[in-house]
Nanobody, 122 residues
Framework: QVQLVESGGGSVQAGGSLRLSCAVFGYIDSTVCMGWFRQPPEKERVKIASIEGQSTTHYANSVKGRFAISRDNAKNTLYLQLNNLKPEDTAMYYC????????????????WGQGTQVTVSS
């Protein structure tokens, strides 16, 4: 079984930065797709970034150029660097994992963390 635990959320002003971490407990290697999703209040959960292997990344248009996903397999940790944050980035952020290719829909990821809140004020 795989357990994911996020940390690093918080409240920042627009233009600020945060780094989210996702500690992975259980067997996982670079063949596993790791992703970050976010869910604003009263909206659907959507994928914003994912990584396959060490360097194959994908970003949603809304965060491209501002967010960066990375993984450290030696530390069993996934990261998401959030730069130039905007009020519309306010959401609960979740990391997720699935064995195999990186699909898009939340239902396609069987392993989830509990989430960490990011709040951006203008």
């Amino acid at each position: 079984q795989v357990q994911l635990v996020e940390s690093g959320g918080g409240s920042v002003q627009a233009g600020g930065s945060l780094r989210l971490s996702c500690a992975v407990f259980g067997y996982i290697d670079s063949t596993v797709c790791m992703g970050w999703f976010r869910q604003p209040p009263e909206k659907e959960r959507v994928k914003i970034a994912s990584i396959e292997g060490q360097s194959t990344t994908h970003y949603a248009n809304s965060v491209k150029g501002r967010f960066a996903i990375s993984r450290d397999n030696a530390k069993n940790t996934l990261y998401l660097q959030l730069n130039n944050l905007k009020p519309e980035d306010t959401a609960m952020y979740y990391c997720a994992a699935r064995r195999g290719a990186c699909y898009t829909l939340p239902d396609q990821f069987p392993f989830w963390g509990q989430g960490t809140q990011v709040t951006v004020s203008s």
